[in-house]
């Protein structure tokens, strides 16, 4: 059953990069805003008479805390008309029409097996909620692996909280890739996500869940590379960006 629109509020806007911001958004209807790690919402958003144009889902950034609050991370797009709005008109205060928790992008129900988390840009969204769900619930797990692709350090979203997550959560693994860095520091790629998961299999290849989650190009590859190494595609889940 799908939920019903509902109006939140903008109570805190901070920028994350030089082209990304994290929208914290209240919905005082609900004491508790209730989802799952990996679920979206959806804006209808004062940009177009058309419903279905205006109309904008996003990844649910932060883990159920049992609040009503909730945290978006939104790339601005040049040419976008939704974050366009949102970069340029909304501030802090400012209401918004919106509709969730929906998606079935989430975690399976016993974490029985290795969890890989690729991604690129915003696509981390949804892994970090998974991430924080897992270590706040102590949720038995096998080994977590978040590979995380962006162009520069500087585009790199919540890399000290993941990094300081690594050190907490015995099992849980963070691989940030740089595809247009010369060096990087330790611990860190230089390429794209698919040599990174590719390398950790052929060191060791264990039985694994594949979440991806970003451009349709990244996912599109990843999928095939995923399967060419013996993988059945039913353990391969897929949140196309864009």
Known sequence: MLEP??????????????????????IPELSSFDFKPGQFVTLDLPIHEKKNKRWRSYSIASAPDGTNIIELVIVLLEDGAGTNYLFKE???GTELTLRGPQGVFTLPEHLDKDLFLICTGTGIAPFRSMAHHIHQHKIPHQNIHIIFGCRKHGDCLYGPELKQLEKD???????????REESVHKGAYKGYVHGVYEELLRIQKTPAYFY????????????????????DKKDVHLELYG
């Open 90 to 92: 909304v501030k802090e």
């Open 5 to 26: 629109w509902r109006t939140g509020k903008v109570i805190k806007i901070e920028d994350a990069t030089e082209s990304t911001r994290r929208f914290w958004i209240e």
């Open 169 to 179: 959560e015995p099992g849980f693994y963070y691989h940030p890739v740089f595809s």
């Open 212 to 231: 991806l989650c970003g451009w349709k190009n990244m996912i599109d590859e990843a999928k095939q590379r995923i399967i060419a190494m013996g993988y």
